[in-house]
Every structure is written in structure tokens, then in C-alpha cells.
């Protein structure tokens, strides 16, 4: 009986849609109890099966401070409504989850059997699950420094239902759509309210690198933003949204978020679109002059310098796929030369061009910031050094330079130009082949 209960859970877990009750009833314990166990110095492993946005730093309803147990990975119980067996599995061995070592879950009673009934289908046999919400747990949370600048879709849709939510603008705010192209998409449904902008408008010809100061101040001006406006961006792939949070962060708006998830997060909530479109009707004048951030974006000769310093001052990385990275493509049919920069890092990306999975949860929000800075740390890429991002053009750069402000890096800055600039330089050092971050020099 129990080699079918456990097949049938597996089945379940492959279906993507349900899950079986528990293998074994968990046992269940309080956050006391847990700080009693790892007082004892034993191995044990602690999942936060909760929302990412409250791992990350958001206080859940009626809650006072947001953020997660140290140590704990975040597996939210509702991504496995999208993974298979496979999936989760890799889920898992990403985590360095272990089956044989005692494992702890906190989250709400029904996603922590969820969740349960799936590691058990994978052998995990050591279960407790607490049931308490953290306001129970007496110990220090951590979360992530700039939590506040990756917003969840529940935050975005109390502000525009007019509501008050914790962290609310303070001057006022703008939501921006950002694709490429005509709004074609947005014209079929949008967040309500959203504005909309091409990111033909702010990027030129022929590197697709910023356009000039004075058209980038237009864009702004006639969305209404003024630098203390509060600007929170989306998108269907949040690389473009990204893009443009890193020129508005260069020009000097001094609050730029994102929505956790972009269009995704909104639409799986189930929450109300509109596909009238909307316009800003009077140009703001920024206040400031433009920019007020230089160093958010460094153009070749800047990266030049800074591949001068030692290896451990700094890192020029490449937000590109290994095959990227090693020169086996170029990623981009518009690009011909292959390789990388010569001495630049490898900072993880996705599995080409046009996607960024080594940064994103199964539901497209961003990973924890631990295993980010983790990955990083494999390539010498550390949060005290001179870091700069690159890509092709730029934008799966700025994703990542977005989510090294939100868990608190502070020199960082995109390579506008990428590999695309770069590479078109014959006189460029360049590389390619396999390495390993030992070699990087």
C-alpha cells in the first residue's frame, strides 16, 4: 500500500494539477522548537514555502516585518502547479536539498501539505511542518536589502484600487508597460492604468545602446515623470522593463521598482486588465538635470579600465548563456562575432538569448537573492568589488543589474554597448573556449 501511495503521489506531482494527501502524517512543531534544534548545532534543512515577495522582505497581512528564517530556501508550494517530476526534481537539487537530512517547512497548513506530499514522492522522509506564522518566531529575519523596489502584484493592485499599502509612493507614482515594438499587446490588455513605452524610443542605432540624454529627458517628460516620482515598470519578459529601470535609475528617479513576476504575477492572481489605452497628458518637468546617475551605464573605454584593476577589485560580467560565454554562438542572429570579452566573469543567464531561468522561480518572480549571490560567488563576483553587467545589447544586463540593487549591491552599472559593441572592434581583446572561474584573470 504504501509503494502505491507513493506512486500515485509521483503521478500527481507529474500532472502538474493536484497532489495526494501525505504519504505519513508530517510531524508538526513550533518555531521554538526549531531554535531548540538548531541550537544543537545538528544538520537540518528549513524550506519557507511561502510567496517569494514575503521571503524576500514583504510582511505578510497583519504582520509587522517581513523577510525569512537564515538559511531557510524558498520553495513556494504553488510552483508546483507548473513543474513536472523532472522539474521539481532539478528544483531540488538547485536548492541542495538533501532527502536523508530532518527538513522543516513553514507556510500555511494547506500549501505545507501540498508541498510535503511532493517530497515525500521524492524520498524525503524526515518532515515537519510548522503552521505558525512567523509573528511566532523570535529570532532575526533576514530579507533583502531593496525588497521594496520588487513589488508583488497583490501591493500593485491595492495602490491602484486606491488603497494605502505598506511602502506607498510618497510622490506620486507612474506604471509603465515596456515591450519592444508598437503596443500591439497592450492594446489588447494591460494592467489599468499603465502607460506604455517602445523601447525603440529609448534605444538608438546601431549598438541599441541609451539614446542620447536629451531624448531619454523627452521619454521622461512626456510620461510625467519627475525625479521624486515613484515609476513602477512591467513587462511580458521583465528583461525589458529592466532595461528601462536601469535609464531611469542613470537619469535620477530616485524610486524605480519592478513588478515581481511582470505580467505574469498579475495575470495568474486573476486580477482585472483594461485595453484602453492611456496617455499622459502634460509633460513633467523633470527637476533635475539628466543624468544624476552616470555610473548606473559605463560605455568600452570604462570597461577597459576597469578590466585594469585585479580580478578581486572587480568584475566584468557577462549576463550570457554558456554558450555564449565560451563562444559556440554568438546568441543573436544580427551578432556574427562569437566569444566574450576577454577577462569577463560568467554570470549566469538562461537557456539563450531571450530568457533568464538561473534568475527566476518556476513563476518567473526572482529567485532568492542568496542563491544569485551564490552563483556569483563561484565566478569571484562579489558585492564589495567595481561590478559591471554586460549582455548582447543590454537588456538581460540590466535585469541583473536590477536585482543586485534590489538585494543591496552598490557599484554596479550596465555595459551599454555589450558584446555586440565590443565585438564589432577587431582591436577588442577578446576570448572564447571553456574556462573555469579559477582561470579567469
Known amino acids: 500500500m504504501l509503494i ?115 517530497l515525500q514522492a521524492q524520498g524525503y522522509q524526515s518532515l515537519t511542518t510548522i503552521n505558525q506564522s512567523l509573528s511566532h518566531y523570535h529570532g532575526q529575519l533576514s530579507a533583502l536589502p531593496n525588497f521594496q523596489q520588487l513589488v508583488p502584484a497583490s501591493w500593485l493592485h491595492d495602490l491602484i484600487d486606491g488603497k494605502h499599502p505598506r511602502y506607498a509612493p510618497k510622490h506620486g507614482y507612474k506604471l509603465v508597460e515596456v515591450e519592444w515594438g508598437p503596443p500591439t499587446k497592450y492594446l489588447l490588455d494591460h494592467i489599468p492604468g499603465s502607460l506604455y513605452v517602445n523601447t525603440n524610443t529609448i534605444e538608438s542605432k546601431p549598438w541599441w545602446n541609451k539614446v542620447s540624454n536629451t531624448a531619454l529627458t523627452k521619454v521622461i517628460a512626456d510620461l510625467g515623470i519627475r525625479y521624486d516620482t515613484t515609476v513602477i515598470l512591467y513587462a511580458h519578459n521583465s528583461m525589458s522593463a529592466a532595461r528601462f529601470a536601469n535609464f531611469l535609475m542613470y537619469a535620477g528617479v530616485k524610486d524605480v521598482r519592478l513588478l515581481n513576476g511582470g505580467w505574469t504575477a498579475w495575470t495568474d492572481a486573476g486580477y482585472p486588465t483594461e485595453n484602453l489605452p492611456n496617455y499622459n497628458k502634460k509633460p513633467a518637468a523633470f527637476g533635475k538635470t539628466i543624468p544624476v546617475n552616470p555610473q548606473y551605464i559605463i560605455d568600452t573605454a570604462q570597461v577597459k579600465s576597469l578590466l585594469k584593476k585585479p580580478a578581486n577589485q572587480q568584475s566584468v560580467v557577462s549576463i550570457r548563456t554558456w554558450p555564449e560565454y565560451i563562444g559556440k ?56 568589488q567595481d561590478v559591471t553587467f554586460f549582455c548582447g545589447t543590454g537588456w538581460r544586463a540590466s535585469e541583473a543589474f536590477f536585482f543586485a540593487h534590489v538585494i543591496g549591491w552598490k557599484n554596479i552599472s550596465v555595459y551599454d554597448g555589450g558584446w555586440y559593441q565590443w565585438s564589432a572592434n577587431k582591436n577588442n581583446p577578446t576570448a572564447d573556449g571553456t574556462i573555469t572561474p579559477a582561470n579567469v584573470h
Open 329 to 384: 554562438t554568438s546568441g543573436y542572429d544580427y551578432i556574427k562575432p562569437k566569444g566574450r570579452i576577454e577577462g569577463a566573469k560568467w554570470g549566469h543567464a538562461g537557456s539563450d538569448s531571450y530568457h533568464m531561468q538561473d534568475f527566476l522561480n518556476p513563476d518567473q518572480t526572482m529567485k532568492s537573492g542568496n542563491e544569485i549571490a551564490a552563483q556569483w560567488a563561484q565566478w569571484n563576483i562579489k558585492p564589495h
Open 4 to 118: 502505491k501511495t507513493t506512486a500515485m503521489a509521483a503521478l500527481l506531482l507529474t500532472s502538474g494539477t493536484s497532489f495526494a494527501a501525505p504519504v505519513t502524517s508530517p510531524m508538526t512543531a513550533t518555531f521554538q522548537q526549531l531554535a531548540q534544534q538548531q541550537a544543537k548545532k545538528t544538520p537540518l534543512q528549513i524550506i519557507d514555502c511561502r510567496n517569494s515577495n514575503f521571503f524576500n522582505g514583504w510582511p505578510e497581512a497583519k504582520q509587522q516585518q517581513g523577510g525569512h528564517i537564515a538559511d531557510a530556501v524558498n520553495i513556494d508550494a504553488s510552483w508546483l502547479k507548473t513543474l513536472d517530476t523532472s522539474g521539481f526534481q532539478t528544483l531540488l537539487r538547485d536548492k541542495h536539498l538533501k532527502p536523508t537530512l530532518p527538513t522543516y517547512l513553514y507556510c500555511s497548513a494547506d500549501k505545507a501539505q501540498q508541498l510535503t506530499s511532493a
